[in-house]
């Protein structure tokens, strides 16, 4: 059983660029969250994905948009990248449930120059 | 918004010791409290979690207690070994449309485990 994956594992962009990255869900789990994870910090909430819809977002600005598949895969898009947007962007799947725990994939390690 | 506090921010002990790692959350409507482990470069790995209708949980070495009046809850490890030597993190969230929402995570704490 698979757990949750993302791709790609590493990414360097350059600042102003748009980067697109993708996520797996645990086979049988319908709920895609995203968080960053800044250096020495706990992940922080960017939104989450029920139904091919945002159902929460959390305090980060519209530059970081995203997409959930009918097959649950989600997708994050952020655009005009700043130096600041350097960090570990992780996806956590669950199931629809309030006893249903968060699984996270490794995520993927974004760089910006 | 909901927010947690964790401490300490490091702890170090002698291999067979017990640990504890305490946080405090702001948002009296939380009701579901994971931790998560995360050893260097890898994923956050769910390791225990108790819900607001309940004062502890056990599982083997670990357990957590939580104290709904005052907000807080800790995490307690016995017999430490030097793999559990990784970043622990606290988290808090409120359930949302039938599901848990999102995830309030603490600072972390790195615990390190001597041999």
């Known amino acids: 059983d698979a757990g949750v994956t993302q791709s790609p594992t590493h990414l360097i962009k350059t600042r102003g660029q748009q980067v697109t990255l993708r996520c797996s869900p645990k086979?049988?789990?319908?709920?895609v969250s995203w968080y960053q994870q800044a250096l020495g910090q706990g992940p922080q909430f960017i939104f989450q994905?029920?139904?091919?819809?945002?159902?929460q977002r959390g305090n980060f600005p519209d530059r970081f948009s995203g997409h959930q598949f009918p097959n649950y895969s989600s997708e994050l898009n952020v655009n005009a990248l700043l130096l600041g947007d350097s960090a570990l962007y992780l996806c956590?799947?669950?199931?629809?449930?309030?006893?249903?725990?968060?699984?996270f994939g490794d995520g993927t390690r974004l760089s910006i120059l | 918004g909901e927010n947690v506090e964790q401490h300490p921010s490091t702890l170090s002990v002698q291999e067979g010791d017990s640990a504890v790692i305490k946080c405090t959350y702001s948002?009296?409507?939380?009701?579901?409290f994971p931790w998560y482990k995360q050893e260097l470069g890898k994923r956050p790995q769910l390791i225990i979690d108790i819900r607001s209708n309940v004062g502890e949980k056990k599982d083997q070495r670990i357990a957590v207690t939580l104290n709904k009046t005052a907000k807080h809850f800790s995490l307690h490890i016995t017999e430490t070994q030097p793999e559990d030597s990784a970043v622990y993190f606290c988290?808090?969230?409120?359930?949302?449309?039938?599901?848990?929402?999102?995830?309030?995570f603490g600072k972390g704490t790195k615990l390190s485990v001597k041999p």
């Open positions: 988290a808090a969230s409120i359930e949302y449309g039938g599901s848990q929402g999102n995830l309030i």
């Open positions: 086979s049988g789990h319908d709920t």
């Open positions: 956590a799947s669950s199931r629809t449930g309030t006893d249903q725990p968060q699984h």
């Open positions: 948002d009296s409507a939380s009701n579901y």
């Open positions: 994905y029920y139904e091919e819809e945002e159902r």
